[in-house]
């Protein structure tokens, strides 16, 4: 603006300063009297002064201007500037109301140019027929077109339905070539209209008002078909088996139709809309007309999101594992869906009234870059999904992700952020203008290299977390089962997999303070400082917190040492169990009975593991005095062997179950001492298992426990008399005295 004025001021000068020197120059131009060439003069110098004075800038009297030279040699006099308050015009909101009255004010002017049209095609054309004939041939057209397509696809109907029935995830790639197939097969009946649409084009092809109408239409018809085609690909209303999204066939069906019939409303605005500009339609007329679109589409929108619920929320939610944005909006289909049209509808309505076409073609692009985004989710979904079941490792219900997947979220972050850009330059630049786009230009300028390093970051970070997943597995599901047994051990984790953690957080850390430092150097900033600062921070941290530095630096020494895994059992004299998990200051034990110890790594002190290797387990049972040893060993090593002849249990044994021999005698039972060497992790489970078989097979072979207690034997006077003890029980029943008291 400065410029603008500082130029006119400098045109004022100068016409002044010839009006100045007139008398110095009298001879005007060639063809041009004197007395025109000074009234030529005057009326540019009164135009300049005004154009001044509405900028607020008063140029010198011209008098002043005019004034002769005081002297030889003198300086010529300066322009002073004087600065004149603006004019008040009249507010944004108020030229808004005025506009808004000029367009309610056209709603006439908009019927008559609408009846127009009409009158337009009624008039005889050169090819000799009126409106109803017009109307009729044109329908037949289009009806023709919508018809051949529906006809060619029930004519491939069967070919459609054996292609769509191996389109199935399960059957990874060649499900993409079906799907390619049945694609290309809608597309020949999309080639099918637009012969036919082009074919009439070419005999409506002149200069009246006819011919402009069915250009229109026509070009209308194949812009609908072509739409539905890509919501026809992703919800297939026919062929659940090719459905790309996660949707029931009849919601899929009654959002398929309601989005036909949307975008058919749609398209028919667009036709009469281009229609009414074709024909010189006054820009409040056309204003008018766009109005009663909005009108008119806000409801059609608001059908579709309440009619398409259903579907609507199983189709984003299906999306929420890939893209948590999409499934919050699954979750909120009705608020957020109905907000965001309606907000359509404001902007469409103030860019009508408002002459600003830039907002409302922000927010349509807004629209079709969130449709866009959501439709790319879904086909990279399935994509993936197709290419993971040919992979080992997770299928649709695993835990560990793949590299098609580690991909597509790569590639789906990049789609995210262009969009983000788009979208932000659309509304900062174009319409809110709070930055111009030299600016703009700056701005990316500047950010653009950070935020490619910031996405190398992302993309450096996911492929190392995915070569660690393998490793953050904490325990089998055999181990787990242990555990809820009651087993003492189980399953021990890698020396990797116990340190992946602590890896994976050192990962991340340097990942993420590399790529901040790197990006706020592309933005110019001095990064030493910073890093000088965050040092002091660290040194005056780690001075006031000496009980937490002692327990990472003793963290990091058991870790060195390898003193135990996740998943092994300790003891630490504090308290005893299995290895959860640890941070970088404590370490969590999981007791058999179910408690959950916190330790502090600088109070572990001693530990004792007892899952490292191998662990050989000992026990004791008690048998008869008059056991026979050798046949009872004998029958402990045939155990031994049946148990390694148990596929589960033959991995787990490293030492097969044997009697190690007598450990005591007391008073009326032999103590024999059995053993086993094992892997760790569920040794009690071996122990049960040789247990049960004593308990069957040994009775079978005379073999007796013993048990606690003792038989005290009763003589009656008559048994006395005999000489005969009372051995037998039923002597010693008749006898009325007990024979034996025994518990175990």
């Known amino acids: 603006m400065f410029g603008l004025r500082a130029f006119a001021l400098t045109i004022s000068l100068l016409v002044l300063g010839t009006a100045a020197s007139r008398a110095e120059t009298p001879t005007p131009p060639a063809g041009m009297t004197q007395e025109q060439f000074d009234a030529l003069v005057d009326a540019i110098g009164n135009s300049v002064v005004e154009k001044l004075k509405a900028e607020g800038i008063a140029a010198p009297a011209p008098e002043a201007a005019a004034k002769p030279k005081s002297g030889k040699g003198a300086p010529a006099p300066k322009a002073e500037i004087v600065r004149v308050p603006p004019r008040q ?24 140019q609408l009846a127009g049209v009409a009158g337009g095609l009624d008039q005889e054309s050169n090819k000799g027929w009126g409106m109803a004939g017009f109307v009729l041939v044109l329908g037949l057209i289009a009806a023709a077109a919508v018809m051949a397509e529906a006809a060619l696809r029930r004519l491939l109907g069967k070919l459609r339905a054996r292609l769509a029935a191996g389109a199935g995830p399960e059957r990874g790639v060649r499900s993409l070539l079906n799907l390619a197939a049945v694609v290309g097969l809608d597309a020949i009946g999309l080639l099918v209209v637009w012969l036919i649409c082009n074919g009439a084009g070419a005999w409506f092809s002149g200069a009246t008002a006819q011919d402009k109408f069915a250009g229109a239409v026509l070009a209308g018809i194949f812009d609908w078909r072509l739409y539905l085609l890509l919501f026809r690909f992703v919800l ?50 056309v204003a008018a007309f766009q109005i009663v679109g909005v009108a008119i589409y806000v409801p059609a ?18 999306l929420g594992a890939a893209a948590p944005l999409a499934g919050i909006v ?9 907000s965001f049209f309606v907000l359509l509808g404001a902007t469409q309505f103030y860019s009508a009234v408002s002459g600003r076409e830039k907002a409302g073609g922000a927010m349509l692009l807004t629209l079709m870059l969130v449709v866009g985004v959501l439709i790319f989710q879904t086909l990279m979904l399935a994509f993936v999904r197709r290419l993971d079941s040919q992979l080992a490792g997770r299928t649709p219900a695993g835990d560990l992700p793949k590299l098609p997947d580690v991909v597509a979220r790569c590639v789906r972050v990049a789609v995210l952020i262009g969009v983000a850009v788009t ?3 659309t509304w900062a630049v174009e319409v809110l203008g709070l930055v111009s786009p030299d600016q703009w230009e700056q701005i990316t300028r500047s950010s653009r290299t950070a935020a ?16 660690t997943d393998p490793y953050m597995a904490r325990k089998s599901k055999d181990a787990a089962a242990a555990i809820v047994d009651g ?15 602590l890896l994976r957080m050192a990962a991340a850390i340097l990942i993420i303070f590399l790529a901040v430092v790197i990006a706020l150097e592309d933005f110019g900033i001095n990064v ?22 002692r327990d990472i630096v003793s963290g990091i020494f058991y870790l060195t040492d390898d003193a135990f895994r996740v998943g092994e059992y300790i003891d630490c004299g504090r308290a005893k169990g299995t290895v959860e998990g640890f941070t970088l200051r404590s370490i969590k034990l999981r007791h058999q009975n179910g408690q959950v110890h916190t330790i502090p790594f600088g109070q572990l002190g001693q530990i004792t593991n007892f899952s490292r290797d191998w662990i050989t387990v000992k026990f004791n049972l008690r048998f008869a005095r008059d056991t026979d040893i050798e046949k009872l060993r004998k029958a402990a090593k045939k155990i031994g062997a049946e148990m390694l002849e148990v596929p589960e249990i033959k991995s787990e044994i490293l030492a097969p179950f044997k009697m190690q021999g007598v450990a005591d005698i007391i008073d009326n039972a032999l103590l024999v001492r059995f053993k086993f060497t094992a892997r760790p992790g569920n040794p009690a489970m071996i122990q049960r298992e040789a247990v049960k078989r004593m308990f069957k097979i040994f009775p079978e072979l005379g073999i007796e426990f013993a048990q606690q207690g003792a038989t005290v034997i009763l003589q009656t006077p008559h048994a006395a008399a005999e000489g005969q003890p009372a051995t037998s029980p039923a002597a010693t029943a008749q006898a009325g005295a007990p024979t034996s008291v025994a518990a175990g």
Not at 487 to 501: C, E, G, H, N, Y
């Open 236 to 285: 297939r209303p026919n062929m659940a088996t090719a459905r790309l999204c996660d949707v029931s066939s009849d919601a899929a069906r009654t959002m398929y139709f309601r989005i036909s019939t949307v975008m058919l409303v749609i398209i028919i605005g667009r036709v009469v809309g281009r229609i009414l500009i074709a024909n010189g339609t006054p820009a409040d007329a």
């Open 423 to 425: 979208i932000a330059e």
């Open 330 to 338: 699954g979750r909120h289909w009705i608020g957020v869906a109905s």
């Open 89 to 112: 015009g009249p507010g944004e909101f108020a030229l808004f109301l005025q506009r808004l009255g000029r367009v309610v004010l056209a709603f006439p002017e908009l019927g008559r």
């Open 452 to 467: 490619v390093t910031l996405f190398l970051a992302f993309v450096v970070w996911e492929l190392f977390k995915y070569a």
């Open 301 to 318: 929108f608001l059908w579709l999101v309440f009619g398409a619920k259903a579907a609507a929320r199983q189709w984003f939610g299906g």
């Open 528 to 549: 030493m400082p910073l890093i000088a600062g965050a040092s002091i921070f660290g040194i005056a941290i780690s001075f006031g917190s000496q009980t937490l530095v």
């Open 487 to 501: 087993d003492a051990a189980a399953a021990p984790a890698s020396r990797i997999s116990t340190m992946m953690p």
